[in-house]
């Protein structure tokens, strides 16, 4: 029942100031009192359905007469929005919550509370039943596909080694093709070799029939063969271990002890027999190459049945004596030819001896014939056939190599000596080095690249080639500027100082101004470069500012000069969230080595730390203080200073934080999404509206007029890229913060990014392709892909050590970012019975592969509409996270976020939108509620420092997850 009073007065006269309006379709009509309604919107009023007409709300009061005004004013007096003018017995009377209204009708005052009432959805106002939705396009060139930013090395052509080497044979290119499990060439025409059978059948005197292995003959042996195999029993254990005397492997043969000797079709039906039905994808790991990498598997499976029958043959049968012969005879030859000094055709027979064996390694049935030519293979090698020897057999040819390696660089054969360094030898890396040393820097950098050898030394081989663009980009795909740099410091002192101008100014360009200072700062040359990245490095503010700071104050000439208005003012802060920025300011300029500018810092410094170690007792380490207690100059403060008291839990997880919003605190915008920065500032999207930097107190800074729905933070804090969806495409722009200036960059086909970048490079997914994009290039580059993903993807997130993304189907990948994109894990989220599917339904994921989801299975009845199964696949390395716990049935959830070290859940409770936050041990720590659930879902932003919560009715609020205090927000 609400609350009722006849006040004195039932109307406001004169000019008031009106906060809202209320119409009466009784006594308007509706189609009246809507057009009005409609005449006064704007963005920020908020229109609700209260006491049987409407209420429009006014984001800011307007003065109005209230002879010719639209509708009933209302003022707000404490909260309240009433019709007139009360006195004070009668609003005690009357006992009016905050967010209510209070309204004379018939000389009755009635309370109505706002936060039941209905929102009105303006745009089922309008009849669009007759309205023809014509598809549309941009009037411009769709944009070009993204390319790549480093293009794959080609091969090494037959022009690196000069002319003097000839086409190979067209037999030989058949035996090269054999050997490597495909097709021969079409136009190499060769006498087909007697198959596998027919030598069998000379052996075993099956050739007095006179009939080929394409005869009758043969279709008759096979059947009969098959029929004593389907009739003879297998014995366990009758294959036998070790080495027959057809290997050419040294060791001795052990056999397996059986109750009786096996018969020579039950043991090739034993060898026959699969030992393994476990299946693994092949192929090796897609990350430099950007291709599709494997799935994750258990064990490696067994030896497939042609590797069995290949041993079973040469074990026990003549075929492995036969071979053993033909193998020395093609041992003797190759020996002559290099004792003879024909290394023109030893080196086209011989034997590679860096062929990787695994469980997949067979014997090869064929002798190994001449290789196609004398080139360096510059892509990976695969599992191949391997010709059996013993260790004495190898260490001859690697001595007839090395001593032909010798004479090829005695002749300045330099190109093929390198050949039988990485082609032969497998010495990859010596190889490079050998053509580094006779200035085949090009060559050099090719087979490095080419060969997947470590990141630094690839770059390293380009920048000695006179590329440094190349060198820029892989180091930049990779992030191993800093190997490279030790690498050519070793001997090419200048390069590795221009390496490191080229290392900072990336830095620079991505906004990571530490670790640019951090590049170039050995390099005494560039200290005037240092400065001014260090100045605008202080500028972004935050802990990396901080850090600037101290290094400007205490190691550039003048700079405590220079720097100590700003030094003064971060000292002299009293508020908590400069703490940490203070620490790190004692922490650098501790490391700094002693100095009077050092000295001078360190009594203002300690002071500040132990305010703050007084309002924050764990925030400051005790053993950190207690050191620079040691380095005080004035020892009056150091005996002065009291007993260091251990560390206490902080105070905020001893309570469980609550804030709500209502329709009361709602802005004049839209937001879209939100981000926090360096020095307690936010930045808003305001979809067609632009992008709005805020302070710590909700003071406007700038306003970026470029369209911005959703935001992509650089984790350095100092820019964002704001995105707008249109059509099929994404429109992207670059707001710079700290220079308060957007621009737009590019168009780009994706359908899902990662919501943070490290300012350099940003992973995004288009249809099936996931693209690492260069953020610092005119037009979008691809530095690395991975196509052909088996399902769209859903959802990406990257952080500097790991990239995650998960697909549709409810499949995770996991890639490790450090020496470039590798493949560390990918599995589906659940196994699936047969003929079972998943649709992913929503999920949260972090950049190290833990991911909450929620997924409909096909084969499960859910008891409404839209329910799925909530699902958790742990992140990778050591980190510590929980299984999701259950909740009430009273609790709706919606959607879930993550970060390391925080969850959030937004769900439907008593009918608003609230968020729950939890620790990593599933402990309730905060609650955040948003009134109205008629209003639109509200969205989340969750970082390891702060929760967002905001709709688009301009409602905020903001939780600093390290001191536990809230703030409400709107966009000013």
Known sequence: MHARTAPRQHLHRGTVSASAFWFDPARLGEQEARRRVMALWAPGTSVLFVAEGYLLRLHC????????????????????????????SEWARLGAPRDSLVLVRAGVAQVHPLSSARVVDLSSWFDVSTWTVLPTRGLGAPPPPVAAAVEPVAPVTRSFFGGSIPEPSNEARVVLARMEGREPPSDAVVAERPGLLARLRALWGSASTGETAEG???SRWFGRLAAWL??????????????????????SRREVPAPRTP???????????PRSTAKAAGGGSGARGGQTSPRNAGPPPGPGALARLSQWLLRHTPLGELLGRRKAEYLRRLFEMFEGGDLHEALRHAIPLNQKQNDDTREALGLPGPREDLKLQLGPRGPAATFAGGDALYEALRQRYRAALQ????????????????????????????????????????????????????????????????????ARRSGCFEDAVLRLESTHFAEAHELRLLWGQSRAEAGSWVQAVEAIWPVQAAREQAREWIERGVDVGGVGGARLLALWAGSLPGGLDAARARVLALLDDDSLNGAAERLAFAQTLASEPPSGVRSALLVPTVRALMRDRALVPAHLPTDFITYLLRDLPDGALRADLPALAPKVPSPWTRFVVQATASLGDAGPFAIHDAVVLPSDRLLLALGEAGAVLLSAEGRRLAHFDVPAFSLVASIHGDRVLAIARRGELHHVSRVDVVRRRATAWCDVAMHAWAPTYDGETWFVASELTVMMLDAQAAEPRALWRVSKVPGPVAMLAADETYLCFVTTDAECWVYALQDGPTLRSREPFVALGKGVSAVLRSCAITAD??????????????????EADWLWVKPQGPRFAAPMSVVGESLERVKCFLSESWRAELTLFDGAWQVRLLDVSEVMRARLNFTFEESPTPQVRLTNTALLMFDTRGRMLWLDLEYGTVRNVGAA
């Open 230 to 251: 389907r009739n003879t029993p297998s014995t366990a254990g009758a294959l036998p271990s070790g080495e027959g005397k057809g290997s050419s492997s040294s060791g």
């Open 407 to 474: 004479r090829f660089e005695r002749e300045g054969r330099i190109e093929e000596a390198a050949f039988i360094l990485s082609e032969l030898l497998g010495a990859h890396e010596e190889a490079v080095a050998f053509l580094e040393r006779h200035r085949r820097f090009k060559l050099a950098a090719e087979l490095a690249e080419g060969r997947a050898l470590a990141p630094g030394l690839v770059v390293r081989q380009w920048f000695l080639a006179k590329d440094p663009q190349r060198a820029k980009a892989i």
């Open 216 to 218: 009758r003959g043969g």
């Open 263 to 273: 018969s020579l079709l039950g043991r090739l039906w034993a060898a026959l027999r």
């Open 61 to 88: 009061a307007q003065r109005v007469s209230t002879g010719s005004s639209p509708g009933l004013p209302l003022t707000l007096e404490g909260g309240v929005l009433t019709s007139a003018p009360l006195a004070a």
């Open 849 to 866: 592969g833990e991911v909450r989801a929620s997924v409909h299975f096909s084969d499960r009845e859910y008891p409404r509409p839209g």
